[in-house]
């Protein structure tokens, strides 16, 4: 049972590259999500999806695009990368709610701007 | 003020403590609650959903105070591998399932 796998699980990218970060889940989940997380601090919402060919803005979006054209796939892309984007990403997704189940996440990916 | 706050600790506790955390969040419309322990590199994993009457599994308890609008997580009987860091989520059922995470409470258990 995969539940939700993240690839790739580490990368180094030279200022100005782009990339793009791949999410997949087999729970059939309406909902995902990506967060990156800084030391110190908190896991912070970059984009998510309520459902296939939907996107939608968090907290932190400035320098990211997502993608979900499939149900089970959801793929974030940096198009300029920049030093400040040096983090761990985290995939998660869950059911629909109101069932207020919590999140399944994925192993992450640890990214290097320099 | 952040949404949702805890004390950062760290807490260093010997084997066999009982330990609480606190977190508290400002927003009163909020839904569901829940502690999350993410490991060291490690992704973080669902704990415990948090209940209005409160609910324990096994050696932790988690209580709901939506008047003081405070959650806490309650460990007994500390264990080396429940050092971790502790995240508290508070989610808005109405808000596409999106959460809003506490910094985390680092928790080590020492022999």
């Known amino acids: 049972n995969a539940g939700v796998t993240q690839t790739p699980k580490f990368r180094v990218l030279k200022t100005g590259q782009s990339m793009t970060l791949l999410c997949a889940q087999d729970?059939?989940?309406?909902?995902m999500y990506w967060y990156r997380q800084d030391p110190g601090m908190g896991l912070r919402l970059i984009h998510y999806?309520?459902?296939?060919?939907?996107?939608a803005k968090g907290e932190v979006p400035d320098g990211y695009n997502v993608s979900r054209l499939k149900k089970q796939n959801f793929l974030l892309g940096l198009e300029s990368a920049a030093p400040s984007q040096t983090s761990v990403y985290f995939c998660a997704s869950s059911e629909i709610e109101p069932r207020g189940d919590g999140y399944t996440f994925g192993s992450g990916t640890r990214l290097t701007v320099v | 003020r952040k949404e949702v706050e805890q004390d950062p600790g760290p807490f260093n506790v010997p084997e066999g403590a009982t330990v609480a955390f606190n977190c508290t969040y400002s927003?009163?419309?909020?839904?569901?609650f829940f502690w999350y322990r993410q490991d060291c590199r490690k992704e973080p994993k669902l704990l415990m959903s948090?209940?209005?009457s409160g609910n324990e599994d096994g050696r932790f308890t988690a209580q709901l105070n939506r008047a003081s609008q405070y959650i806490s997580l309650l460990i007994r009987d500390s264990k080396l591998s429940d050092s971790a860091t502790y995240l508290c989520?508070?989610?808005?059922?109405?808000?596409?399932?999106?959460?809003?995470f506490g910094d985390g409470t680092t928790l080590t258990v020492k022999p």
């Open positions: 948090v209940y209005s």
């Open positions: 989520v508070v989610k808005m059922n109405t808000n596409a399932g999106k959460s809003t």
């Open positions: 729970m059939n989940h309406e909902y």
């Open positions: 999806s309520v459902g296939e060919g939907t996107t």
């Open positions: 927003n009163s419309a909020s839904q569901s």
